[in-house]
T-cell receptor, first 111, second 118 residues
Framework: ELKVEQNPLFLSMQEGKNYTIYCNYSTTSDRLYWYRQDPGKSLESLFVLLSNGAVKQEGRLMASLDTKARLSTLHITAAVHDLSATYFCAVVSSGTYKYIFGTGTRLKVLA | DTEVTQTPKHLVMGMTNKKSLKCEQHMGHRAMYWYKQKAKKPPELMFV???????INESVPSRFSPECPNSSLLNLHLHALQPEDSALYLC?????????????????FGSGTRLTVV
């Protein structure tokens, strides 16, 4: 059974600091997604990573994928308050249509 | 149109009521999904429809009954729900089951229906 774990689960950081969120998954997958969710809202797609070594950047966020290690990272550079949200990674299990979300990381950026 | 539209946005229902959630997309996507999300938890997959046929039911209780009348529409019929069924219900679609081709491999999520069972 595909399991997707993120760490940390909670992250409180000062504005201007850098930090990395990790996403580990347990079985083979050929694509990984990152989403942002604000309280009470739906999911906003951030990145789609399709191959080993893929790196995508948008503003202060950069995501990477290592399929051999079954690991993706979401790096936050010089955090700002507007980045406060919950971030989920999600993986499609190869050979199925199951799209499984990670445990989520609740990020709070303090001014 | 690049959206998934869910109605209603909010729903309060009694345990003896029958109600339905509606989800619509006009992107030509051939896979549609229902997810349930409790507060501070990740979304949990409930059902997958692939080319209008139910392909995955994640052991969801029969008080939830999905329906896909055509390729653009997905319903979730609710009957005799329990208070613990209160949650955010998210609909999503993708080009094909598991993702898609081209520049958008991702799933498109609707804004959700906030369901409260009293």
């Amino acid at each position: 059974e595909l399991k997707v774990e993120q760490n940390p689960l909670f992250l409180s950081m000062q504005e201007g600091k850098n930090y990395t969120i990790y996403c580990n998954y347990s079985t083979t997958s050929d694509r990984l997604y990152w989403y942002r969710q604000d309280p009470g809202k739906s999911l906003e797609s951030l990145f789609v990573l399709l191959s080993n070594g893929a790196v995508k950047q948008e503003g202060r966020l950069m995501a990477s994928l290592d399929t051999k290690a079954r690991l993706s990272t979401l790096h936050i550079t010089a955090a700002v308050h507007d980045l406060s949200a919950t971030y989920f990674c999600a993986v499609v299990s190869s050979g199925t249509y199951k799209y499984i979300f990670g445990t989520g990381t609740r990020l709070k950026v303090l001014a | 149109d690049t959206e998934v539209t869910q109605t209603p946005k909010h729903l309060v229902m009694g345990m003896t009521n029958k109600k339905s959630l509606k989800c619509e997309q006009h992107m030509g996507h051939r896979a549609m999904y229902w997810y349930k999300q409790k507060a501070k938890k990740p979304p949990e997959l409930m059902f997958v429809y692939s080319y209008e046929k139910l392909s995955i039911n994640e052991s969801v209780p029969s008080r939830f009954s999905p329906e896909c009348p055509n390729s653009s529409l997905l319903n979730l019929h609710l009957h005799a729900l329990q208070p613990e069924d209160s949650a955010l219900y998210l609909c999503a679609s993708s080009q094909v089951p598991g993702g898609g081709v081209g520049t958008n491999y991702g799933y498109t999520f609707g804004s959700g229906t906030r369901l409260t069972v009293v």
